[in-house]
């Protein structure tokens, strides 16, 4: 039974369009977070979410708008999508404060044409 | 200077070999200190957690923290090809809701039997 799951695995998609990536988690975690690892694989804090309420909004673009309908779901939705939103775009969760670590979905490879 | 720094290898190694992996940090308010395996298209998933200076070990593996230094380390003994991955270091400064990992640029590590 998958931890984190996140849907699509893969996204292609035009410049201009309107997209979405759904995460959900069976863990029980309080704290979810969206990541996104570029080409050199660094890894950057995107969002994270406490139990639905938006915590941490790092300098995302606003056409980046995440949105968790509950505690075990944090959604990404994307508007006029750009090139350089091509990426990898990882979902997690943890305990609040994080004690044992993240678990890590697979991720949402994305790539804008 | 980067909050973390990491040297991004790549590292081969012959199978059987030690390993050491390093990071650095800038920011002494970090005290939670962890290091990921990635694979090739897979998320991270936690390998070593480790809070405040001092070691730890499991199996193969022994992570190091130097606080005075700023400095971590992450050791593999006897590696094996099933360890060709990257390796990520991360840190935070503390749990809470607000608590968010800061990550290194990963190491890609091949092991070669």
């Known amino acids: 039974d998958t931890a984190v799951s996140q849907t699509p695995k893969y996204l292609v998609t035009q410049m201009g369009n309107d997209k979405s990536i759904k995460c959900e988690q069976n863990?029980?975690?309080?704290?979810m977070y969206w990541y996104k690892q570029d080409s050199k694989k660094f890894l950057k804090i995107m969002f994270s979410y406490n139990n639905k309420e938006l915590i941490i909004n790092e300098t995302v673009p606003n056409r980046f708008s995440p949105k968790s309908p509950d505690k075990a779901h944090l959604n990404l939705h994307i508007n006029s999508l750009e090139l350089g939103d091509s990426a990898v775009y990882f979902c997690?969760?943890?305990?609040?404060?994080?004690?044992?670590?993240?678990?890590f979905g697979s991720g949402t490879r994305l790539t804008v044409v | 200077q980067k909050e973390v720094e990491q040297d991004p290898g790549p590292l081969s190694v012959p199978e059987g070999a030690i390993v050491s992996l390093n990071c650095t940090y800038s920011?002494?308010?970090?005290?939670?200190f962890m290091w990921y395996r990635q694979y090739s298209r897979k998320g991270p998933e936690l390998l070593m957690y480790?809070?405040?200076?001092g070691n730890k070990e499991d199996g193969r593996f022994t992570a190091q923290v130097d606080k005075s230094s700023k400095y971590i380390s992450l050791f593999i003994r006897d590696s094996q090809p099933s360890d060709s991955a990257t390796y990520l270091c991360?840190?935070?400064?503390?749990?809470?809701?607000?608590?968010?990992?800061?990550f290194g640029k990963g190491t890609l590590l091949t092991v070669n039997p």
């Open positions: 480790t809070y405040s200076s």
């Open positions: 997690a969760s943890s305990q609040v404060g994080g004690a044992d670590g993240y678990t």
């Open positions: 863990l029980g975690h309080d704290t």
């Open positions: 991360a840190m935070s400064r503390s749990g809470g809701s607000n608590y968010k990992l800061t």
């Open positions: 920011n002494s308010a970090f005290q939670y």
